[in-house]
């Protein structure tokens, strides 16, 4: 019986390991990778008004302004003509080890989108310090980290896929930045300094997610061995018992025969 456990065992071990191995051979999950270069953006003063003004007319997820020898006890407003983005005072510090971001801290999605980050065309920020820096993402579909993973049936569908995706989160917008008082009232930005850089994508490669069949297959291999092993303990150490007692019945039965 105990053989016949065993074949079994390293019988169907083979099988399933076998299995492994072939479903990373043929998957339909693609990776698709974007740049992830920060660019400069040209920002031009208006000293009539007291604002700021840029344009962007690409792929968006970060954008990041930075503003120096500004008023205190104001505030910063951003805006934007063409779309709505979110924002966060806390966006981009560190929370732990790991930097805030408007998803959902235990997904690799936007599902906490809403819910840990405003959405609106407009937002503000206290400027306590003559130096401050004010974080937005634009785009809900753009993977922050530049690369992500899809379901598609073959490499042309999954080139669509990636470039749609690209394409869709490109929406020309007209910004302004502008400094406001207690009453909600423009102030004097001269001599102010103001710096804005974003973070761009374009698609540059989309591929088959692949991951190494013989790794996988030993792994595994491991983990299912190990598993029956565990399974066999059980029985293993009620066949010893059970073959030690009959031994040691066997060579009593010996001894009184011989008595």
């Known amino acids: 019986m105990l053989r016949t456990i065993i074949g079994l065992g390293l019988t169907l071990v083979l099988i399933l390991s076998y299995a492994v191995y072939s479903a990373t051979l043929d998957s339909s999950f693609y990776l698709a990778k974007s740049t992830n270069h920060e660019t400069s953006i040209e920002v031009t003063e208006d000293p009539v008004n007291g604002t700021y003004s840029f344009e962007t007319n690409s792929a968006v997820t970060w954008l990041n302004i930075t503003i120096d020898n500004s008023p205190v006890d104001t505030t910063l407003e951003v805006s934007s003509l063409g779309g709505v983005w979110w924002h966060h005072p806390e966006l981009g510090e560190n929370v732990g080890d790991t930097p805030f971001q408007c998803f959902a801290p235990d997904t690799s999605d936007y599902e906490g989108l809403v819910e840990y980050c405003t959405e609106s065309s407009t937002h503000r920020i206290d400027v306590e310090n003559q130096s401050e820096q004010f974080r937005g993402i634009l785009s809900k579909d753009l993977p922050l ?48 300094g103001v710096s804005v850089s974003i973070v761009e994508h374009e698609i540059f490669e989309v591929s088959p997610y692949r991951i190494d069949p013989v790794t996988e297959m030993i792994w595994g291999m491991t983990a299912l061995i190990g598993c029956f092993g565990i399974v066999l303990i059980l029985p293993l150490s009620l066949y010893l018992v059970a073959a030690a007692k009959s031994k040691k019945a066997a060579e009593i ?3 009184n025969e011989s008595e």
Do not use: H, Y
Request: proline letters at 2%; aromatic letters at 6%; charged letters at 20%.
């Open 145 to 192: 980290s530049g690369s992500w993973a899809f379901i598609a049936d073959n490499s042309s569908e999954a080139d669509d896929i990636a470039n749609t995706t690209v394409k869709d989160s490109i929406l020309p917008r007209t910004w302004t930045i502008k400094m406001l008082d207690e009453d909600n009232q423009q102030v004097n930005t001269s001599g102010m």
């Open 253 to 255: 039965n010996t001894i």
